[in-house]
Structures are given as structure tokens and as C-alpha cells.
């Protein structure tokens, strides 16, 4: 198995989804209004339940941004699709969709975009914060849960692109982490 231990089982998943949608769901009653912009590859399996208990629907687009290369941050956010999405962000009250909140470096790269876009508002919805001081700090308004400090996959969170698919969320096991990238040191 990949992991050491599971954090969160598929039925804490969820309950902590459903917790989430409905949260959301009482702020963002004028979904005219709205726009879901939804953090990938990370977030996809998350936002993908979450958004279907959302009431009202909200419209969702998409926007790829990275700064990992294996276990370790880069420190350089890159982000795709800006060009494309501009005129659909502008005077939008903005919902970002990511899966955790680490360093702060990615939420922040793309807060400060979207207000170059001009969004109306944005409000942030990230399903796990981990307990670490954070280098960039980003008010977080939908929070899912907080985690220790570990190298986590599954529910789309991944090792170079592995373990996306697990329905849970466990700690990458020391073992796996190494047979896959002889660099890695725990």
C-alpha cells in the first residue's frame, strides 16, 4: 500500500463535502452572479462532488496552476489559461477551488491574478489546510479540515502524478515515496 496511515476515509470525504456545499451554497444564493474557478489537477476530484450539492449550480471553469516537482515546492507558481479567462472573471464573484493550502504561494499568485482580472470578489474554498507556518498567509473562507505535516495523496492529491485516483486520503508511506524517486529523503 502507498500510504502509512489513511487521515480521512471516503465517508469523512463525504460528510466534510457535504459540510462545504452547504456552507457555501447559503453565501452563494445569486449564482448569476458566480463563478467556480477550480485549481487542477489537485482539486479536480474534490470540486467535482462539491459542486454537484451546490444550490444553486454555479458555473466553473478551470485553471491549472503548479509549483511542485516531486515532494518539494519550487517556489515559482506557474499559471495556465490566463489569457482565456480574463472576461470571464471580471465583475464575477469568485469562488477558488483548490485542494490544500501549504506554502500559501499558489493561492496567493492566483488571488493576486484575479484581482488583476478584476473579479467583483473571491472567496477561498480549500479542502485541507496543513498546520504549518505558511509562507505566504491567504484568509481561507471554506475550509474543509487541517492536517499535520506530511506528504499526503489520494482524492486527487498525488506523487509525481501517482495515487490521484485513490477514494482516501492517507501519508504517503517513506517506502513508496523512495522506490519512486530515489531522491527523496523524509
Not at 458555473?59 to 516537482?69: N, Q, R
Request: hydrophobic fraction near 35%; aromatic fraction near 6%; charge should be negative.
Amino acid at each position: 500500500m502507498p500510504c502509512s496511515r489513511i487521515i480521512l476515509n471516503e465517508d469523512q470525504l463525504s460528510e466534510t463535502v457535504s459540510r462545504l456545499a452547504q456552507e457555501i451554497s447559503a453565501v452563494y444564493h445569486h449564482a448569476e452572479t458566480c463563478l467556480a474557478l477550480v485549481v487542477l489537477e489537485g482539486a479536480r476530484y474534490f470540486a467535482h462532488d462539491l459542486l454537484k450539492q451546490l444550490n444553486p449550480p454555479i458555473d466553473t471553469e478551470t485553471i491549472t496552476a503548479s509549483s511542485y516537482s516531486g515532494v518539494n515546492s519550487t517556489g515559482n507558481v506557474v499559471i495556465d489559461k490566463q489569457d482565456s479567462l480574463k472576461t470571464k472573471i471580471r465583475g464575477k464573484n469568485i469562488l477558488l477551488i483548490d485542494d490544500i493550502y501549504e506554502t500559501g504561494l499558489t493561492l496567493s499568485r492566483i488571488l493576486d491574478w484575479l484581482n488583476e482580472c478584476g473579479a467583483q470578489s473571491v472567496k477561498t474554498c480549500v479542502l485541507l489546510e496543513k498546520q504549518i507556518t505558511h509562507k505566504k498567509d491567504i484568509k481561507i473562507d471554506f475550509l474543509g479540515s487541517s492536517i499535520e505535516d506530511e506528504f499526503i495523496i489520494g482524492y486527487g492529491l498525488d506523487f509525481d502524478g501517482q495515487y490521484r485516483d485513490l477514494p482516501f486520503i492517507g501519508v504517503l508511506s517513506n517506502k513508496e515515496a523512495a522506490r519512486n524517486n530515489p531522491a527523496y529523503k523524509p
